[in-house]
């Protein structure tokens, strides 16, 4: 399975905002891989992964209590992404408290901050990253590829592995997109919740985020990276797939036709499924220990990446296994 560009995490995204060159908006272009061969096999084997796949507004009820809303997000500028995003908005009217992933909304002066915390945090003066981690063979593609997407070979040779590999997550278009301060989803409902008065929490700090990344191991973030250098084009391509998806309230699905136009080695697609689990299921029992006093309060609104809700191991399933009824809006 190749990189789902959905799953890059807020606080990636907010890096790669900031660090990225741009003058006008560039639109995202991507074939949208709408027809795969052996699809049917691939959902088949990530049957566990598409548990819920199908929705992206969900009702969480208990007795006594006021209804909760869960919402899945994508970080993206994309400007259908928002129309989805302002109609789940209109559940924020009603609501006590709003908590994303990293609360905002995140002005600029806050993003220099975290630009500069996470760069303190991913360099590595002394030494060369490469060595050890990534084969000789794979530097030549990987340097040229990193050059072409505004990174100078020298400077990526002091980041650490997993720091390049998530900062390539977003296609190119999109990073320019965004460092352009485009409204971005996350950031338009925390924004919408402040002009509408309701109090706006994170159920992460972006040091939490940034630590869970981080313990990505270097051979897997080698093998990510060297993926994406190999084949750039299909970052644009899964990111058009997935805007499609997500405007069908089927983000999830963009797993299987990642592993069905991949035709990975053994090692590399292990190396894919530690990216998942670091990414997205080692986070999701932490936001669902942070949201569960707004759920026992009631009347709360939820919105984290959409993968997070998806899965035996999603926050639906986490908060029906805390007794709460959670029905698909749409």
């Not at 530690?274 to 009347?299: C, H, I, K, Q, T």
Request: proline share 5%; net charge negative; aromatic share 6%.
């Amino acid at each position: 399975m190749r990189r789902a560009p959905s799953a890059c995490a807020a606080i990636v995204c907010l890096l790669t905002i900031t660090l990225a060159q741009a003058n006008t908006p560039e639109a995202c272009r991507g074939a949208d891989l709408a027809h795969v061969e052996g699809l049917a096999a691939a959902e088949a084997a990530r049957a566990d992964d598409l548990v819920n796949a199908d929705g992206l507004m969900w009702r969480i009820e208990k007795p006594n209590l006021a209804p909760s809303y869960l919402f899945g997000t994508i970080h993206s500028t994309d400007d259908s992404a928002l129309e989805v995003a302002r109609r789940a908005a209109e559940q924020i009217k009603g609501a006590e408290v709003v908590a994303t992933e990293l609360g905002g909304p995140i002005d600029s002066i806050e993003r220099a901050n975290l630009t500069a915390a996470m760069l303190a945090e991913a360099l590595d003066r002394d030494h060369d990253t490469f060595e050890g981690v990534i084969p000789p063979e794979d530097r030549e593609l990987i340097e040229t590829f990193l050059v072409g997407q505004g990174y100078p070979a020298a400077f990526a040779h002091h980041l650490k592995p997993w720091f390049l590999a998530i900062l390539t997550a977003l296609p190119t278009c999109e990073a320019a997109r965004e460092a352009l301060n485009l409204p971005e989803v996350d950031q338009f409902l925390a924004q919408t919740a402040k002009d509408l008065g309701v109090k706006v929490i994170g159920l992460e700090t972006p040091q939490q985020q940034l630590d869970a990344i981080a313990t990505m191991r270097p051979e897997v973030a080698a093998t990510l990276l060297t993926l994406t250098a190999r084949e750039p084009g299909m970052n644009d391509d899964l990111y058009a797939t997935m805007l499609r998806l997500y405007r069908e309230s089927r983000p999830a699905e963009i797993l299987p036709i990642s592993d069905a136009v991949g035709g990975l080695s053994e090692a590399e697609r292990s190396a894919q499924d530690e990216f998942m689990r670091v990414l997205l299921v080692d986070r999701n029992a932490v936001m669902a220990e942070r949201a569960a006093p707004l759920l026992a309060s009631g009347g709360a609104f939820i919105a984290v990446g959409a993968l997070h809700l998806t899965g035996k191991d999603g926050l639906i399933e986490r908060f029906r296994a805390d007794g709460y009824a959670v029905t698909k809006l749409w």
